[in-house]
């Protein structure tokens, strides 16, 4: 691209977000992680494979012309960017201090990026006496979602040992806007526009209530659980659907009990990385899709997980959308049912990364711990569900809820994932 472009359609979505946010609110995109380093691993090995993949992805080095907020732009990548990558001493991570390298990174997470200035990451080496031992990454969420953020971290860590080892250069945000912008992606989106507009006419207003004294504020709970992760997997093989469509289904049943409702309209997160071409492409695909789901409070979670999966499908099918477009529509439909909450459900290679404590394999009993949220940007109420290979941790992030039904709600999901699997 020799000029500026349009931005991708996951990238609009990000600036529909945060265009309005007011300068304290700028590093609420902001994502942080701390890279273990291999032992022995030399500052020169890190700024190399750091330099290497950087140079790969053109969303890393890519700004923004943001003046007019009603049609932003994405600029040429840079042909140049810094790659100094300071480091910071500060004693190692132990037993007796295991998040001290996520700290650090978190506090990186805090700086904004100015998107017309900078590209929109940071690094630093976190060592102890000039021996580094991890890579804190920060980056804005219009540069790479979640599942970027994988393909960056497992990159640097094979560029460690074989920076020239990695592959034919994927494409960027520019080639996937371009995409996007054909024909045949102009009738995708009109479809996803259609799509839209029959669940805003069909869906009724539920809404969740609010708890007085809580008005305006946001709580945040997240619930770790070894039982819960063989639970859902016994109803999912029973469902022949996905896990995910199960830890969704036990939601939904929560939601819909609170808000003593059958039917509701929720917000699923679409990854948009279904084509081999965009699988790996570094920048933010996700979109919020919307998905009718009936009968919810059905205590059959079998029967529930099986109308879960079907409309999750159909809302993938439409993930890649105009979110300009949805805003015009909604406008043209004042009365057209807001989503009642809006979930995501993301499997990880490992234990997950959300800071509570670990508890045993052979724990029976959920851990729900509180957290201050580092953003308040997305929905009213809104679960993020984490699978690894040791235990199921959903995250809950409640507007105007507070605690009690926030916790409620976690407990309650919990509840119903034990129930269906007979434990």
Known sequence: M??????SLGQLS???????????????????????????????????????????????RTRYDVH???APRQLPPD??????????????????????????????????????RHHGWRARLLAHRGDPSHLLFVKHHIAADAWAQELLHREFRHALTDPGGLGPTPPGPADLAAAQHTPAGLRR???????????????????????PGAEGGTVQATLRSAAARPAAHAVAERARVSVSSVILAA?????????????????LMSANRFGARWKDVVTSMNQWVPALIEQARTGDLVTLADA??????????????????????????????????AFNYVALPGSSPLDPPVIPASAEEPVLTWEEPFTTIGPRCYARALESDRDLTVRLTAKDLGRDRCAALLTGLHTTLLAAAGR
């Open 2 to 7: 020799s000029e500026a472009g349009p931005l």
């Open 14 to 60: 990000v600036w529909h977000d945060i265009r309005d946010l007011p300068a304290t609110r700028w590093h609420e995109p902001n994502n942080a992680a701390a890279w273990p380093l291999p032992p022995g691993t030399t500052v020169a090995q890190a700024r190399t494979a750091l330099h290497t993949v950087v140079t790969r992805h053109p969303s890393l």
């Open 68 to 70: 007019d907020a009603a």
């Open 79 to 116: 042909a140049d960017f810094d790659d100094h990558l300071p480091a910071l001493d500060a004693p190692p991570a132990d037993r007796h201090d295991p998040g001290d390298p996520d700290r650090h990174a978190a506090r990186l997470a805090t700086e904004p990026f100015d998107l017309g």
């Open 189 to 211: 989106q009109a479809a996803a526009l259609d799509h839209w507009a029959q669940l805003l006419g069909d869906a009724p207003s539920v809404a969740l209530p609010r708890t």
């Open 251 to 267: 939601y939904v049943h929560t939601v819909a009990t609170l808000c003593d409702a059958d039917t509701l309209l929720v917000q």
């Open 308 to 341: 879960v999966h079907w409309s999750s499908l159909a809302a993938f099918r439409h993930g890649m959308h105009d979110v300009t477009a949805v805003a015009a529509l909604r406008d043209r439909m004042p009365g057209a049912a807001e989503p009642t909450c």
